[in-house]
């Protein structure tokens, strides 16, 4: 009963991350130039939990609390970073968004190579 409900919570939270995206892109909403840093980045930070969590998953090793923990805390260190940078006139959104693009690109490349080495040990069966 306890891997149904993980299960259902996981793909919702998937389907939850898919219907914002969308809703995103398919709308036409202005975001102010002193708030768009911070969205850039929030969003990145979110991503990497998800895939974080894609990837906890795919190797059975997910917990909820940490994906909520995960994303809460990304979240106020992103704007923790991004506040003081601009408090001393330093670019530190730009680090962020790097550090986090980094940890999206090594999430998705290990999804990928668990993904293969588990086709490829299904295909010698």
């Known amino acids: 009963m306890k891997l149904i409900k993980n299960n259902l919570v996981f ?3 998937i389907a939850g991350f898919a219907v914002g995206a969308l ?3 398919m709308t036409n909403i202005y975001v102010s ?3 768009s840093y911070y969205a850039a980045a929030i969003i990145l930070a979110v991503s990497d939990s998800v895939m974080g969590a894609i990837k906890n998953y795919i190797s059975s090793t997910y ?3 940490e994906f909520i923990i ?3 805390v990304n979240i106020v260190a992103v704007i923790a970073f ?3 940078g601009s408090k001393l006139g330093i670019d530190l959104y730009m680090a962020v968004e790097i550090v986090f693009g980094i940890k999206i690109f090594e999430k998705i490349s290990k999804i990928r190579s668990f993904l293969l080495n ?3 040990s299904c295909d010698k069966i």
């Open 23 to 25: 809703t995103g892109w």
């Open 82 to 84: 991004i506040f003081a």
């Open 118 to 120: 588990k086709s490829q």
């Open 63 to 65: 917990r909820f609390k």
């Open 11 to 13: 793909i919702l939270a």
């Open 33 to 35: 130039d002193s708030v």
């Open 70 to 72: 995960g994303i809460v």
